[in-house]
């Protein structure tokens, strides 16, 4: 029964830290970035918290009491008769600063979501099974501008002579969520293979409010106004390895490998465009598909461990501009396009002493990591660096305990490398993460798998 009373207290902690968090939550948007106007928005940070406090790396862990997101190879670390469970909620700050007009402008916002929830069990002897449920990007803007005047242009004369300057209001909020299922296969001793599907759902809503604002003449102007709808459902595959070239009694060394296949997105897109007059008439109303594709991704790690000590580190490769050749404009006139990107991951996690009966402190596991990389879009040719630091620790829930709460900060960046040449927003980012790490089987004396022999 012990398992049952440690799940029944962490599931009562979670509930009770989530209307503490979600008081700082100003609304339902799980973004808050310029940067997330066009496609599908922010990609969150995949994997548990366990990886994603060591700067996401994790493509070559394989630890029997943890899940591993990031390669299903890894669920073949399944032991019998037991069963692993992770949830974690995370909450962001986001700190945007631009220099426009001659000044520094800032906005800063919070946000708060879940960010997995995930299980892993045994099927047979060295082949096990996970499910996750995560968000895959995020979409939350709300920015405003005037149209400049452009001397050069003769219709801007004639717009601002008449009429004056045009405002632009930009808004929008949605999610893509991801559901993967996965089988991970120890196919011969210190080599496993892994397959999964995953599923992308979800909505994202766009709208745009455009107003003249006369000076002069007494002419009264309506303001048009645009919503678009995404309707987003697709499928794609990933397949996975991990081989164990070094492995004994003291130390592991594991390398790992995925590929994942991408997949035609093609979001239905309902637009409607109306005129702000006193019946709000609807001048434009059709649907379309946009061609949109989730890209083919590479990913390979390597992963040490010894008793006390882990490193992790990773290389990711997305071939986002390969398969993505539609671009966007922005107010400012810089086009917007998808690009490849690369970024590494580097993590270390420390366990001073998981076996003290005394020191307490001991027994946790402490991480810290470094990401950096590109961001997914390219504004006028200039790529848009990003990196993040992360931190955090798994407090264990008893002596010997897989079972754990887990921790974790990340600060991160975006756009330092060319905001202020190209006018666009520097965006800082802190995020606070609470994790959930459930373990039954051996750990805690319960097999929640073994028929009983006695009523």
């Known amino acids: 029964m012990r398992v049952k009373k440690t799940l029944f207290k962490l599931l009562v902690a979670a509930v009770a830290a989530v ?16 940067y997330t106007m066009y496609g599908i928005g922010e990609l969150n940070t995949q994997g548990t918290l366990i990886t994603r406090s060591m700067g996401g790396a994790g493509v070559a862990m394989r630890n029997a009491g943890a899940i591993n997101l990031l390669n299903p190879a890894s669920y073949s670390t399944a032991i019998q008769k037991s069963f692993l469970f992770d949830f974690g909620v995370e909450g962001q700050n ?49 920015t405003q501008f005037d149209q400049p005047y452009d001397p050069s242009n003769p219709s801007d004369d004639d717009i601002w002579g008449n009429v004056g300057r045009i405002n632009y209001a930009y808004q929008g909020e949605g999610d893509v969520t991801e559901v993967k299922f996965g089988l991970g296969w120890e196919i011969f001793k210190n080599f496993s293979v892994g397959v999964a599907a995953q599923y992308y759902w979800g909505d994202i809503d766009r709208s745009f409010v455009m ?50 296949f991408g997949g035609d997105l093609s979001p239905e897109v309902s637009k409607r465009l109306y005129v702000g007059d006193m019946y709000n008439s609807l001048i434009k109303d059709e649907t379309e598909s946009l061609p949109l594709v989730l890209p083919r991704q590479v990913a390979v790690g390597l992963y ?38 690369s970024t590494v991951k580097f993590g270390v996690e420390f366990i001073p002493n998981r076996y003290d009966v005394r020191r307490f402190f001991n027994r946790w596991s402490y991480r810290a990591g470094f990401r950096y990389g590109d961001y997914n879009q390219i504004f ?76």
């Open 19 to 34: 209307p503490v968090v979600a008081s700082a939550q100003t609304s339902s948007i799980n973004a808050f970035s310029p």
């Open 211 to 260: 107003t003249p604002v006369s000076i002069t003449g007494d002419g009264t102007y309506v303001s048009t106004v645009g919503i678009d709808n995404y309707g987003i459902s697709s499928f794609k595959g990933q397949i996975g390895v991990q081989w164990n070239p070094i492995l004994d009694r003291k130390r592991m060394l594991t390398v790992g490998a995925t590929y994942d």
């Open 94 to 142: 986001y700190y945007n600063s631009q220099h426009y007009a001659g000044e520094r402008k800032h906005t800063a916002y919070n946000t708060f979501n879940f960010h997995d929830i995930a299980f892993q069990l045994p099927v047979s002897k060295k082949l096990g099974f996970g499910f996750s449920l995560t968000p895959y990007s995020s979409v939350g803007y709300r």
């Open 380 to 455: 006028g040719g200039q790529r848009i660096a990003q990196y993040a630091v992360t931190l955090g620790v798994s407090v264990p829930v008893k002596f010997l305990a897989v079972s754990a709460i887990d921790v974790g900060l990340e600060y991160g960046q975006r756009g330092g490398n060319v905001a202020d040449r190209l006018g666009l927003v520097k965006q800082q980012y802190f995020k606070f993460a609470i994790g959930f790490t459930l373990f039954a089987g051996a750990e805690n004396g319960e097999y929640w798998f073994l028929r009983q022999k006695y009523d």
């Open 304 to 341: 040490y461990q010894v008793a006390k000590w882990s490193l992790g580190l990773d290389y990711v490769y997305q071939n986002w501009g390969g398969v993505n050749s539609r671009t966007e404009m922005t107010g400012s006139g810089l086009k917007v396009a998808y690009a490849n990107t």
